[in-house]
């Protein structure tokens, strides 16, 4: 069931909007024109309420993503265009570089950062894109995480959409028959040249648990105090 008591009182359209607006994080970004973004939407009560990572791996992730940003500036400056993003520990490594020596360095420093438990090296040694596909690659995210909130059959705060190149990577705890819904409507949306999934798979029995802990608490009125 999607939340919707933080959107009273507002059109049914603009919730979507608003959501999804919400929604569009995606890691840390390294570039020349903007050298450090940091997705907001993940200290939303939205987004920490149904991420189903535990409020400490969220944190966890979140450090990694700046410690990670922080190091790879510090030696490679603005010669490099990289996003960090961690799901459960886990790194995708997008972006372009040079060289692949630079490469392969990112990809060290990144491995060595506290709390990194695996990685995925998405990096391409090219120039980097202009700001017209850069803008283009943030209209395809939030097109591919709007038609997640409208799915009726998945939770949209779950997956992690992260877009470079039209190319859409797909992070999140999952089951196989979300994976798939998921992949479906990813690659419905326009603009999209390739899906690629990074999902850790959960059974239906995860999923079931995962919602009755995140369910909100019962409230009942005790009445009037006996005197």
């Not at 987004?47 to 190091?71: H, P, W, Y």
């Not at 692949?100 to 894109?129: C, F, M, Q, Y």
């Not at 596909?133 to 395809?140: A, K, P, T």
């Not at 949306?189 to 009755?212: K, M, P």
Request: glycine share 8%; aromatic share 4%.
């Amino acid at each position: 069931m999607k939340n919707k008591s933080c959107f009273l009182g507002v059109s049914a359209w603009a919730q979507r909007g608003l959501l999804a607006a919400a929604l569009v994080s995606g890691g840390v970004s390294l570039t020349a024109c903007a050298p450090l973004v940091v997705g907001a939407a993940l200290g939303t009560t939205v987004m920490v309420a149904s991420d189903r990572r535990t409020s400490g791996t969220q944190l966890e992730d979140q450090n990694i993503e700046l410690k990670a940003a922080a190091r790879i500036r510090e030696r490679y400056l603005d010669s490099v265009r990289v996003t960090v993003t961690s799901y459960n520990r886990v790194v995708l490594i997008s972006g372009e570089v040079p060289a692949e020596s630079v490469r392969a360095g990112v990809v060290d420093i990144v491995s060595k950062v506290e709390n990194v438990k695996g990685w995925h090296n998405e990096l391409a040694v090219a120039t980097s894109p202009s700001l017209t596909q850069r803008s283009g690659d943030s209209l395809v995210t939030a097109r591919v995480k709007s038609a997640f909130v409208d799915a009726q059959d998945l939770s949209a705060n779950a997956i992690k959409v992260v877009t470079d190149r039209g190319i859409v990577y797909l992070m999140g705890r999952l089951t196989p028959r979300e994976i798939n819904r998921a992949t479906e409507i990813a690659r419905s949306i326009n603009g999209v040249r390739q899906v690629v999934r990074l999902f850790e798979t959960i059974s239906e029995d995860d999923l079931r648990r995962l919602q009755a802990e995140n369910a909100p608490a019962q409230v009942r009125d005790g009445g009037d105090a006996k005197r």
